[in-house]
């Protein structure tokens, strides 16, 4: 029996008149544009099927075993995760803003686990906005101080590589400055945008 699993449930799909894994593909795809989901990864017979291996496969006949598994992200699941970023780069602008007082009252501790929490969201948000690109009607005009993404994390990047350079040198004074001068206000940007959603 064909089955078929989108992000890892079972879900009972009724096929028409596809023959071919690619007529599988196909319909759902449509099926995806139709709810507003955009399909990420695809796996059939427990086999990752890369860019490489889509043509290959695409013509093959339906067999009556086969597994088909989708990971799907939609439009809305984006939404809801950038409004909980929002929150949290809100919070954690207040967090890098007291870096350079974490620092001078010997709490490094608390100031390196604000640094990693700022690597992992930042890299979560990273994350996001390329999926979010899957959806250019709803995500294209998103900006942050007037630039769209792209630019900003442009503008941000040589900021956070600064940063990184300070954390390797243990420079606590600098990495203070542009925790609470660059990259605090940066942050309440990032919130303010993503808020809009």
């Known amino acids: 029996m064909i089955s078929f699993y989108i992000n890892g449930d079972e879900t009972s799909v009724q096929l028409e008149n596809e023959k071919t894994i690619g007529d599988v593909l ?30 290959e496969i695409y013509n093959n006949p339906l067999e009556s075993n086969t597994k088909f598994e989708f990971t799907v ?62 959806f250019p009607d709803t995500f294209t005009n998103s900006n942050i101080n007037g630039m769209n993404f792209k630019d900003f994390f442009e503008d941000f990047s040589p900021i956070l590589h600064d940063f990184e350079d300070a954390m390797k040198n243990n420079d606590t004074v600098l990495i203070g400055d542009l925790s ?9 940007s990032i919130s303010e945008a993503l808020k809009q959603f």
């Open 26 to 55: 196909h319909s759902f795809e449509l099926t995806c544009e139709e709810n507003n989901a955009a399909v990420i990864g695809i796996s059939i017979d427990d086999k990752i099927i890369t860019a490489e291996l889509f043509d």
């Open 73 to 134: 992200v939609t439009r809305q699941s984006i939404k809801d995760s950038f409004a909980q970023l929002a929150i949290l780069f809100d919070e954690l602008s207040i967090k890098m803003e007291q870096i350079p007082t974490e620092f001078q009252n010997g709490n490094t501790l608390n100031a390196v686990e604000s640094i990693k929490n700022l690597a992992d969201n930042i890299d979560r948000f990273c994350h996001l906005a390329a999926l979010a690109s899957l």
């Open 180 to 188: 609470e001068y660059e990259i605090c206000p940066r942050l309440k």
